[in-house]
């Protein structure tokens, strides 16, 4: 599939998303409700533990800001492409999206591309609000830097993402094993606290995931305005996951859909 074509795609993607939004609308002032919440609680928290609690020299709730909001979005990211799969095999049209003249991996980018242009938005109103009206820190961050992290980090949840697919069209339980391994991560990466904090050997798994880097990455360059030279560690690491990652997840994605192609469980969930 050419560029123009995936582009026609994605705008008609978007133009779909974006009237299903406008028909529920009730959908974004209960998001937004439940967001101040959360951050209500991570403010007040941040609070209990007093000014004299500096994670890698930040405020602590910038900190909490930072890991929670990059954390989860990368989460449901990863989620899109599962979750895209899964309603496919629920609604009896996976078997024959799968057939089409669109190739399966660029299918399920299309289908998972509203689910992060949404989770996009709900960042992004999550760290404005946070910072705003709870009053977070945020000196000049490193704005190219930032980009570059967030383009990397994107990469990996997709080729991450194109996995957790794989083992939803292999086993059909893939949210299960996918919601463990979120479980683990979250408790790994240094979402709610440094991962400095850990046990060596749980510090040295923490750095064999991905999540790890670019959390610290972007804490980096949001919150101490870092640029390329501070960064070049976290981002090399970050581009060989990527490198490494995407391959393997379009491989691992077409392997598994070419066994239940064999064993006829493709419409299986």
Same mark, same amino acid.
Request: hydrophobic fraction near 55%; aromatic fraction near 12%; charge should be positive.
């Given at each position: 599939? #050419? *560029? ?6 994605? !705008? ?17 002032? +209960?998001?937004? $409700? ?84 949404? #989770? ?8 404005? *609000? ?9 000196? /000049?961050? @490193? ?17 991450? @993402? +194109?996995?957790?697919? $794989?083992?939803? !069209? ?5 949210? *299960? *094993? ?40 972007? /804490?980096?360059? +949001?919150?101490? @305005? ?25 491989? !691992? ?17």
């Amino acid at each position: 599939m #050419n *560029v123009a074509a995936f582009a026609d795609k994605s !705008v008609a993607i978007v133009r779909r998303d974006l009237l299903t939004a406008l028909r529920y609308r009730s959908a974004f002032v +209960l998001t937004a $409700a439940g967001t101040l919440t959360e951050l209500a609680a991570f403010y007040y928290l941040s609070r209990a533990i007093g000014p004299g609690f500096r994670p890698a020299g930040l405020d602590y709730f910038s900190f909490l800001l930072v890991g929670t909001g990059f954390y989860t979005f990368l989460i449901m990211g990863i989620h899109s492409f599962l979750q895209s799969v899964q309603e496919a095999q629920q609604t009896g049209t996976f078997e024959v999206l799968m057939t089409t003249s669109t190739p399966p991996p660029i299918l399920l980018l299309l289908s998972a591309m509203s689910a992060f242009s949404r #989770n996009v938005a709900q960042l992004l109103f999550y760290l404005a *609000v946070g910072l705003v009206i709870f009053d977070g820190t945020l000196p /000049r961050p @490193g704005i190219a830097a930032c980009v570059l992290v967030f383009f990397l980090s994107v990469l990996i949840a997709i080729a991450i @993402g +194109l996995m957790a697919a $794989a083992l939803q !069209v292999a086993i059909q339980k893939g949210s *299960v *094993v996918l919601w463990a391994l979120g479980s683990g991560a979250w408790l790994l990466t240094g979402t709610l606290f440094p991962v400095a904090s850990l046990p060596q050997p749980l510090r040295f798994a923490a750095g064999l995931i991905p999540i790890t880097h670019a959390l610290d990455a972007m /804490r980096t360059a +949001l919150l101490q @305005g870092r640029g390329f030279s501070a960064l070049s560690h976290e981002i090399g690491i970050l581009a060989l996951f990527a490198l490494t990652l995407l391959p393997l997840g379009l491989a !691992v994605f077409s392997f598994s859909l070419y066994r239940a192609r064999r064993e006829g469980t493709l419409s299986a969930y």
